[in-house]
């Protein structure tokens, strides 16, 4: 099913609320306190981003703009309940608020990246990715500077489970078997073309149970 964006959908989603899912990335935590601000309306290049999103045939829901003290925002952001691949769709898991641009990064990678990487590599097509989430109003460790986390803008995923009931994690298939080291070293690679930073096990011990995908126009891969 397709959620596209429509007024009379924004406004129904509007009374929604955005929570924050805690992830391990070895970023500090660090949630200023204060109440959420709602924000204007959503502008006309946010409602593309949604409407091109839709045109993936991704399941999700547009998410209230809002304000958080400290700096913290998630402007621009939808919920995302499913992808889909050449073949049909495929569930992703653990999803608070992705900005918009993420999400559409994220649904092509997805697709080209990771499903048909598992069919060409693994022999059978994607069934569910797996994330640690998206949104956390957080600082980088040992920082003051907030995290891309804080803005929606980054999303840590954990593992991938395939059609024929395999589970493949970061954590226990990055040095496995050599398809699996294959496969996990090709989404990654894939990631890169696609997002401005990716981290993943051989960048630090943070990182060594997730790939960490965060928009961008660099392209810092380790």
Request: glycine content about 10%; aromatic content about 6%; some cysteine.
């Amino acid at each position: 099913m397709r959620i596209a964006a429509f007024p009379a959908l924004l406004a129904a989603v509007a009374l929604a609320g955005c929570g924050a899912v805690p992830e391990r990335t070895g970023e500090a935590s660090s949630r200023p306190s204060g109440s959420a601000q709602a924000l204007p309306e959503p502008s006309r290049e946010a409602r593309q981003c949604l409407a091109d999103l839709g045109s993936t045939r991704a399941q999700f829901a547009p998410l209230p703009d809002k304000l958080q003290a400290g700096g913290c925002s998630t402007r621009n952001t939808v919920r995302l309940s499913a992808l889909y691949g050449d073949t049909g769709p495929f569930d992703v898991t653990n999803l608070t608020a992705v900005a918009c641009p993420v999400a559409k990064d994220f649904a092509a990678w997805a697709r080209f990246g990771v499903d048909r990487a598992a069919r060409q590599i693994l022999g059978a097509g994607l069934e569910r990715i797996e994330t640690m989430g998206s949104y956390s109003c957080r600082n980088v460790a040992g920082t003051n500077r907030l995290s891309a986390h804080s803005q929606a803008q980054a999303v840590d995923v954990s593992g991938f489970v395939l059609t024929d009931g395999r589970r493949i994690t970061v954590q226990s298939g990055w040095n496995a078997s050599p398809e699996e080291r294959r496969f996990l070293r090709t989404v990654h690679s894939s990631a890169c073309k696609r997002f401005g930073t990716v981290l993943g096990p051989d960048y630090n011990a943070a990182h060594r149970d997730h790939l960490h995908l965060e928009f961008g126009r660099g392209s810092f891969c380790r």
